[in-house]
T-cell receptor, first 110, second 114 residues
Framework: DQQVKQNSPSLSVQEGRISILNCDYTNSMFDYFLWYKKYPAEGPTFLISISSIKDKNEDGRFTVFLNKSAKHLSLHIVPSQPGDSAVYFC?????????FGKGTRLHILP | DTGVSQDPRHKITKRGQNVTFRCDPISEHNRLYWYRQTLGQGPEFLTYFQNEAQLEKSRLLSDRFSAERPKGSFSTLEIQRTEQGDSAMYLCASDPGGSGNTIYFGEGSWLTVV
């Protein structure tokens, strides 16, 4: 039973354009959401988070949007840069542990 | 380097052998987590400790797996009688007890069972 779903295994975006990564979750009781970024042969690193009391959180080029009624969140990266090529995991914090989606591999094209 | 340290980084073992991974968390982080990641999947929770107490174990953690954190500092994850399905990256993470954005992951230990 997947509680966090990332339905796009991969995404290719031109450098300088906007990257939009999507995520759906199943439990309306979840109240804290996170995005992690992972390069090959490294552990995931925290990118940005959002609490359920907000619908948007911004940090530099990264913005996370939360639509509670749709149980959907998205990560926007603008402008996309070559170093953004990585796997991005959507996650929720539940009972003191992080539950991850399967990830979306983002390729930034030159 | 003051991050989460894992050892060994890579391990190739024959089916049926035992393996042990070690994790050194960030100093004074009370919580320590173990996750497993297989190809095409996100990290899956295995277990976590608050100091030396093991607070939760996932049903993924069969009886061939055991984790310890004897003095509330480093932790070990042992897999007995390894099977090919155990091949994965084993990730350790530590946390001072915050809200998720303070969890730091190590670089992982790759296990290949042949």
């Amino acid at each position: 039973d997947q509680q966090v779903k990332q339905n796009s295994p991969s995404l290719s975006v031109q450098e300088g354009r906007i990257s939009i990564l999507n995520c759906d979750y199943t439990n309306s009781m979840f109240d804290y959401f996170l995005w992690y970024k992972k390069y090959p042969a490294e552990g995931p690193t925290f990118l940005i988070s959002i609490s359920s009391i907000k619908d948007k959180n911004e940090d530099g080029r990264f913005t996370v949007f939360l639509n509670k009624s749709a149980k959907h969140l998205s990560l926007h990266i603008v402008p996309s840069q070559p170093g953004d090529s990585a796997v991005y995991f959507c996650a929720v914090l539940r009972d003191d542990k992080i539950i991850f989606g399967k990830g979306t591999r983002l390729h930034i094209l030159p | 380097d003051t991050g989460v340290s894992q050892d060994p980084r890579h391990k190739i073992t024959k089916r049926g052998q035992n393996v042990t991974f070690r994790c050194d968390p960030i100093s004074e982080h009370n919580r320590l987590y173990w996750y497993r990641q297989t190809l095409g999947q996100g990290p899956e929770f295995l277990t976590y400790f608050q100091n030396e107490a093991q607070l939760e174990k996932s049903r993924l953690l069969s009886d061939r797996f055991s984790a310890e954190r004897p003095k509330g500092s480093f932790s070990t994850l042992e897999i007995q009688r390894t099977e090919q399905g155990d091949s994965a990256m084993y990730l350790c993470a530590s946390d001072p007890g915050g809200s998720g954005n303070t969890i730091y992951f190590g670089e992982g230990s790759w296990l290949t069972v042949v």
